[in-house]
């Protein structure tokens, strides 16, 4: 039976350099989640969505792709999961860590 994939975008993290995700790239594995959190204040993109590893602010989605995360985020929705998919240390930072944005099982969205 053909099952659809849950897989909605993927993407490096934007702006790893200037947060914290150096300090904690050593603690990060391919398959933990990130934290998905809009930031409707945000002088530089209203539409910006963080990206957070155990509570500390690696990033960000990249503005190109973050205006449908943001809007249902907005409206309190979240049908989304953010997973590391594959790091890279010998990177340059801004391409040291990609996500997966998947779509969360419907019978599982808590």
Known sequence: MYKQSKHFM???IAGFTYWDGAFVLQKM???DKLDLQ??????????????????IKVGYVPREKNA???QLLFFGQNPFEAVI?????EAHPE???RVIIR??????RS
């Open 10 to 12: 993927d993407f490096c």
């Open 29 to 31: 594995q391919v398959g």
């Open 38 to 55: 809009p930031e409707e204040d945000n002088p530089y993109d209203p539409k910006a969505v963080a990206l957070c590893y155990q509570g």
């Open 68 to 70: 449908q995360i943001s």
């Open 85 to 89: 998919a594959q790091i890279d240390p």
């Open 95 to 97: 391409r040291q860590v």
């Open 103 to 108: 779509v969360k099982d419907a019978y599982n």
